[in-house]
């Protein structure tokens, strides 16, 4: 994960990194199910974001 860790993770906003390391955890205990990460504060603000930043659309052309 180091070298994926250094590339890509980098590039995310810095809440949405810490939501995908607990997500990408190699520990299973570790890894959040679907009912906590909905609870994780701002996980899906910044998911969606993201996906509307990453889309031909752009962010608010929904």
Do not use: Y
Request: with cysteine; aromatic share 4%; glycine share 10%.
């Amino acid at each position: 994960m180091r070298k994926w860790h250094g590339s890509l993770l980098g590039k995310l906003p810095e809440g949405l990194q810490d939501i995908v390391k607990l997500l990408l955890n190699p520990e299973p205990t570790v890894r959040p199910d679907p009912d906590q990460l909905a609870k994780v504060s701002g996980a899906k603000d910044h998911v969606e974001f993201f996906i509307l930043s990453h889309t031909e659309q752009g962010p608010g052309s929904c």
